[in-house]
């Protein structure tokens, strides 16, 4: 008995599409179609055209070295190590980064840190960007603020890899408005 | 006879048109690229830039005077050029440097003779068939009568279509001669596809021809500055509507410009019959490709849109069907014509490119049975309906 309720399930269709079976005479005649395309590109052309003439940009290209595309402010590029307020490192070298990093790509070494509130700092923090991935779980990691990834990404390429990799005196030296920046974009979305 | 004015003519001609032609085969390769830009909202080439420099070291004593002239010359071209190289005119000349300067590689197995031949094969004709082309109505010069156009010849259109069709040798015999593989398609699909377009080609003009009564293009032009029914120019389109479809489709297929560039399909066989022409061996069928496409272009508005004739435009100057006349001096109203002419020249150019950018390529089944399946029968029946008409109206 309840076999036959079952069945009100909707049936699925399959649609067979067969191009040629829909195509009128005109169609096949495939000259009205040509028309047809050639009158959209050729509108596109007049438009663009007429664009350039008035002077306007009659494309979406951006000429990159000259014009910047304005990017994200989360977009994730080049690490920044954040300072204390004088000047030394944030982090405390609790390799929660480095352990987060799907690419192994952070090699820090430890050492005590002289204020005794603190327990560590880091000696060496290096970034092999050869191998990053640019992922992001670093800064989602970090407990203590300390790691971000700014916008930029204009000092990025090097010559050789060695160049590549960072350390601890070129990361925390770079310019601390960044973290503000991506700290300020990071609440603004939550 | 010989007549030292007529020669001096006969010179200025063949120069002034080889030097056209070859500037035309560099300046579409801008149009190509510059068209295809700005149908899909991109910019283009615009980074080759040609400065003059303003300091001088390696031309020993002409150190001394070229630093004086530069500084002061050197700004004000450097004004003019910058513009220039905005527009990305000098793309056109960084490719020829390059390809100048790039190896010319053969490959071991190729033929050495036949696989330098080709690519003259490919650019000569194209140069050849521009001399029966009419530019321009016949002009008096010193008391003499100057047609402008290079070769009057009483085989006119013949004469295109037999040097048209030498072009298929060189894509044959390049992709032969080559010893690979993909060239060796490409030279087939070459061969197949330019003969079996020739067919509807040679028969889409007979219509045209017909109506005409003469093979001869300068005859043709005179006749399509004639009006039907008092107001109608009566050119080649007008006349053969039919015979104009098919002789631009067979065109294109002969010029092995997309949608018929199965020759080349770089998608499926590298790059046909040139796969292995480096350096200014390619250069010269890309330079042969795109005179092919100006001839071609010039071969349309003669048969088709007139030539150079402008209607209404008489050798007094203007007489409007529907009254009054604009009088313009003899020198004016040829000036105005061949003007016309170039100006049709460049819109099929631009047509021609427009078509390369929209329509996809052919399968190749689709093009052969294109060719003969349809343009075949299509050609036969408009040379029937052409007589049918032509016996009717004469009874």
Not at chain 2, 245 to 260: D, I
Not at chain 2, 269 to 291: D, H, L, N, P, R
Not at chain 2, 321 to 340: C, D, E, I, K
Not at chain 2, 359 to 385: C, E, T
Request: proline residues 6%; neutral net charge.
């Amino acid at each position: 008995m309840s076999m036959s309720t079952v069945a009100t399930a909707p049936e699925k269709t399959i649609k067979v599409v067969d191009p040629r079976a829909k195509m009128s005479v005109l169609d096949q005649l495939y000259f009205p179609q040509i028309v047809r395309g050639l009158s959209i590109t050729t509108a596109i052309f007049l438009r663009n055209m007429w664009a350039w003439m008035t002077g306007k940009k009659g494309g979406v290209t951006i000429q990159y070295p000259e014009e910047k595309l304005e990017h994200s402010p989360r977009y994730r590029g080049l690490h920044i190590l954040a300072q204390r307020d004088d000047g030394s490192p944030r982090c405390v070298a609790c390799y929660m980064c480095s352990t987060a990093c799907p690419a192994d790509c952070i090699y820090i070494e430890a050492e005590e840190h002289p204020d005794p509130a603190i327990e560590k700092r880091p000696n060496r923090f290096d970034i092999d960007l050869s191998r990053c991935v640019f992922c992001g779980f670093c800064e989602e990691a970090c407990p203590c603020e300390a790691i971000y990834m700014t916008a930029s990404y204009e000092d990025l390429p090097q010559d050789n890899f060695s160049d590549l990799v960072v350390d601890l005196d070129f990361l925390l030296n770079r310019d601390q408005t960044l973290v503000t920046k991506k700290k300020n974009a990071i609440k603004g979305r939550r | 006879m010989f007549d030292p004015v007529i020669l001096i003519a006969d010179i200025l001609k063949v120069s002034i048109i080889f030097f056209i032609l070859l500037n035309a085969g560099g300046l579409l390769t801008w149009v190509e690229r510059k068209q295809a830009a700005v149908i899909q909202h991109r910019i283009g080439a615009n980074r080759a830039l040609l400065l003059l420099s303003t300091k001088v070291e390696r031309f020993g004593a002409l150190n001394g005077p070229l630093n004086l002239i530069l500084p002061i010359l050197a700004p004000p071209i450097n004004f003019l050029l910058r513009p220039l190289g905005k527009l990305g005119l000098f793309h056109a000349l960084a490719d020829g440097g390059k390809m100048l300067f790039k190896e010319d590689f053969m490959p071991t197995g190729a033929h050495p003779f036949l696989f330098q031949l080709a690519p003259f094969l490919a650019v000569v004709p194209a140069f050849m068939v521009a001399c029966v082309i009419p530019f321009g109505p016949d002009i008096e010069v010193m008391g003499r009568t100057i047609p402008l156009q290079i070769a009057s010849l009483d085989m006119g259109i013949l004469f295109f279509f037999a040097f048209g069709g030498i072009a298929v040798y060189s894509a044959a015999i390049g992709g032969w001669a080559s010893g690979n593989k993909f060239a060796l398609l490409g030279s087939i699909r070459a061969s197949a596809q330019m003969i079996s377009y020739e067919v509807a080609y040679g028969l889409a003009i007979v219509g045209t021809m017909m109506v005409f009564g003469t093979v001869r293009l300068d005859e043709m032009v005179v006749q399509q500055g004639e009006l039907l029914f008092g107001f109608l120019p009566a050119w080649g389109v007008v006349m053969q509507p039919l015979g104009f479809l098919l002789f631009y489709t067979a065109l294109l297929a002969e010029g092995k410009r997309v949608p018929f560039d199965l020759p080349e399909g770089e998608s499926e066989i590298v790059a046909g019959y040139f796969t292995e022409y480096s350096g200014m061996k390619f250069g010269t069928f890309f330079m042969a490709e795109f005179i092919e496409v100006f001839i071609g272009a010039a071969m349309i508005s003669v048969l088709f849109f007139g030539g150079w004739q402008v209607p209404y435009l008489y050798e007094t100057g203007f007489v409007f069907p529907w009254g009054g006349t604009f009088n313009m001096p003899t020198f004016m109203v040829v000036v105005t014509q061949v003007g016309a002419m170039f100006a049709k020249i460049l819109f099929f150019c631009w047509l021609n490119v427009q078509i390369r950018w929209t329509l996809l390529r052919f399968r190749f089944d689709q093009l052969i049975r294109l060719g003969w399946k349809f343009m075949l029968p299509a050609a036969l029946a408009n040379i029937f309906i052409t007589g049918l008409v032509m016996v009717l109206m004469d009874s």
